[in-house]
């Protein structure tokens, strides 16, 4: 029998114990038809969840596919900032998330009263934010970005613009160094991104001689200043399958290394270390979400996120910015 809809949502996901003999891919591939449904999934989700996803990709292609889907009801495999960029696209749609708890490092460092009080210490400039933030925080912002398009928003503005970049201080500093720009950075920084090891990446290099570095932006500047190339996870993905090399030393969270054996299965792929000997590089708020709680989240449609209309439509507008900009800029 379900719980109380009440104590699902405060609890964060559907707690029912699950007939071991069903075949949770093919059960949720019956309720996506009935209840016409889609499932939306980041590269950092665990394979299964990946392998019955009706879409994978990073943020900015999430993004477009939250705008442009004819779903009655969004399943967003990902984290809580991701589903809210899903509700404010689409406040007529159902938006459910296997667990709310799935919260992020990154856009917790930056509470949105905090960062309102920082914006006001910094006049005639306007803010650009990382997709990887809360809803109070892009309604903030006057243009959000993700890791695949930032760089290129920042160059299309005038140099003579004043920026304040939030909440990545490494993306940022990325793109100040790649720009010339000189934004003014709010510190802020993802836990999984943060934890790699310059000094075993160095060794495991040793063992490897071969292999290229891959970066996300997101990591300390000492390990992009090693890296072969940096990009997006979509971007790090296409990398390896139009590269001629046959091994990759990855530094971004270990989700995307599934999608990247699928498309380039005669190649090798060795997840970077962390600092010390826990599985840090892999995101802990990604890997609340599992494919028992995906099945129940369908089937009950629940925990449902819900969202203050006023913020909605502050937050919508500097997404819409970014979405068109994109498309102006050639961003696919």
């Given amino acids: 029998m379900i719980q109380d809809v009440h104590n699902i949502q405060k609890m964060g996901y559907v707690d029912i114990d699950i007939d ?3 075949d949770l891919f ?26 019955i996803a009706d879409y994978i990709g990073d943020s900015l292609g999430l993004a477009r596919q939250a705008q442009a889907t004819n779903a009655d009801m969004i399943v967003f495999a990902g984290v809580h900032f991701m589903a809210e960029t899903a509700k404010i696209l689409n406040p007529t749609k159902k938006v459910v998330l296997p667990d709310l708890n799935a919260g992020c490092s990154l856009s917790d460092s930056c509470p949105p009263f905090l960062f309102e ?8 400039h306007i803010v650009i934010s990382y997709i990887n933030c809360s809803a109070g925080i892009k309604a903030l912002s006057d243009i959000i970005c993700t890791s695949s398009n930032a760089q290129a928003i920042v160059e299309s503005l005038s140099k003579e613009q004043k920026i304040i970049f939030a909440p990545d201080r490494n993306l940022g500093s990325y793109i100040n160094k790649h720009t010339g720009r000189n934004m003014v950075l709010w510190n802020g920084a993802c836990m999984v991104h943060e934890i790699f090891s310059l000094e075993k990446i160095t060794k495991l290099k040793v063992r490897h001689p071969e292999a290229k570095v891959i970066a996300h932006p997101e990591c ?19 990398f390896t399958q139009k590269d001629k090399c046959s091994e990759f030393i990855v530094a971004t969270e270990t989700g995307i290394i599934h999608q ?3 498309n380039s299965p005669g190649k090798n792929f060795i997840p970077a270390p962390p600092t ?31 969202m203050d209309e006023t913020l909605r439509l502050a937050a919508k507008k500097p997404i819409d910015r970014m979405l068109t900009m994109s498309k102006e800029l050639g961003i696919q």
């Fill in 20 to 22: 071991p003999t069903l």
């Fill in 26 to 51: 093919v059960e949720i591939q019956k309720l996506k038809k009935e209840k016409n449904a889609i499932i939306l999934a980041h590269y950092y989700q665990d394979a299964d969840i990946q392998d």
């Fill in 117 to 124: 009080k920082f914006i006001q210490q910094h006049p005639e």
């Fill in 220 to 238: 300390e500047e000492a390990v992009l200043a090693i890296a072969d190339f940096i990009g997006s996870t979509s971007q790090m993905l296409a």
């Fill in 260 to 262: 990247m054996i699928k």
């Fill in 276 to 306: 010390n000997a826990c599985a840090c590089n892999n995101c802990p708020h990604m890997k609340l979400n599992t494919l028992e709680k995906l099945y129940l989240c369908m089937k009950y449609e629940l925990p449902e996120l819900f």
